[in-house]
């Protein structure tokens, strides 16, 4: 259940962003051990200079290839993280030629009560889950 936003920089097909999105929830359900229909993505495509990514003074190089991922997320370990971390670097390298140095992730923590999946309830907190 981990909802993942992915900002991207405008110029990608659509079956690129299709593989985009299935790559990078792949990484997210061998990581963390979710169901495969666990998906919650959105993308968002930005004309170019409207996302900025500098590299924290990491002399980390930037192409328009940059895929910044946002993950919130129920808690996970942080060997899940770094496994997240290193197999989307992996895996997008592998299936969509973008570089390790194009890809940036954020992980925000939440707790159970923080989860409604509709019909108004807390689906966590009363067990449906």
Known sequence: MPLIRIDVIEGRTAQ????????????MVQAFAVPQRDRYQ????????FLVAEDTGLDIPRTNKFVMIQMVSRPRSANQKQEFYRLVCELLKEK????SSDVMVSIVVNSDEDWSFGL???QFLEGDL
């Open 96 to 99: 969509c030629h973008i570089e």
């Open 16 to 27: 690129e962003i299709e593989q985009l999105k299935e790559t990078i929830h792949q990484a």
């Open 120 to 122: 108004g309830r807390a």
């Open 42 to 49: 959105i993308l968002t495509e930005h004309k170019p200079g």
